[in-house]
C-alpha cells in the first residue's frame, strides 16, 4: 500500500515531514493551539486553523521538493513561487489582493476583471497541462511558456497588440487574438473560422486572404 497516496486520499489528513498526520483545521480549534504548531497558522478572516503556506517549504522538512511543491499546489490558499530564489512556497494572490490595482503590481499575480479577484500569474504555470486550467493563459509551444491570452495581455491598446507576433486584432470582436501562425492544429485552427483557415499544402493555420488588412 502506498501510504503516502493514502493519506492524501483523505481530506482530513496531509503528508507532513514524512508521517501522514491530520490538517491543521482537522487539529487544532483555538488560537494560542494553532499557533504552538510548527506547520499552522491562525487565519483571522474564517476564525480557523490553517496550514502556513510558508511552512510547506521549510528547509527543515524532510519532504522532497516535488513532494513540497505537491503539498503547496494542493492547498488554493497557495501557490508556489517559481519566481523566487530560492523557490517557496506562498500565500495564494487572492489572500494578498482585493484590489486590481495592487494585484497587477505584483509580477507573481494578475487581476481576473471576470471573477473580481486576484490570482497567480500564467507564467508560474510550469506545463501546458496547468496552463490549460486557466482561461486567461495560453501556452505558447515556441518558448514552451504560459502567458497571458492575447486580449489580456493587451485589453485597450490595437497597436500594442499588432506589434506583439503572436497576436492578431479582430475588429469584428474589438479584441486581441491569437495569431492564427500559433493555432498549430486543423481543430485549434476551426475553433476561429471568422479569421483563420487551414493551409492544407503546407499543414499550418493562417489568415483568411479578406482577413489580412483587418488583422
Request: aromatic letters at 8%; a negative charge.
Amino acid at each position: 500500500i502506498d501510504e503516502r497516496a493514502e493519506c492524501l486520499g483523505d481530506d482530513m489528513c496531509e503528508y507532513h515531514n514524512g508521517k501522514c498526520t491530520r490538517r491543521c483545521a482537522f487539529t487544532y480549534f483555538n488560537q494560542s493551539s494553532c499557533d504552538m504548531s510548527d506547520h499552522c497558522e491562525w487565519d483571522n478572516k474564517t476564525g480557523a486553523c490553517r496550514n502556513s503556506c510558508h511552512k510547506y517549504s521549510d528547509p527543515k522538512l524532510k519532504n522532497t521538493t516535488a513532494e513540497k511543491i505537491a503539498m503547496c499546489s494542493d492547498d488554493a490558499l497557495c501557490f508556489w513561487d517559481y519566481s523566487a530564489s530560492p523557490q517557496h512556497c506562498n500565500k495564494s494572490c487572492q489572500l494578498l489582493y482585493t484590489s486590481a490595482d495592487k494585484c497587477n503590481n505584483d509580477t507573481r499575480c494578475m487581476w481576473s476583471e471576470e471573477k473580481k479577484k486576484c490570482h497567480v500569474d500564467c507564467s508560474n504555470y510550469q506545463t501546458d497541462k496547468n496552463c490549460a486550467t486557466d482561461t486567461m493563459c495560453v501556452w505558447d509551444t515556441t518558448s514552451t511558456k504560459c502567458k497571458k491570452a492575447c486580449k489580456y495581455r493587451w485589453p485597450e491598446s490595437e497597436s500594442d497588440c499588432e506589434s506583439d507576433p503572436t497576436c492578431m486584432y479582430s475588429d469584428a470582436k474589438r479584441e486581441c487574438q491569437i495569431h492564427c501562425k500559433l493555432l498549430g492544429t486543423t481543430s485549434n485552427c476551426a475553433s476561429n473560422s471568422k479569421m483563420c483557415e487551414w493551409d492544407t499544402s503546407k499543414g499550418l493555420c493562417r489568415i483568411q486572404c479578406d482577413k489580412r488588412e483587418e488583422a
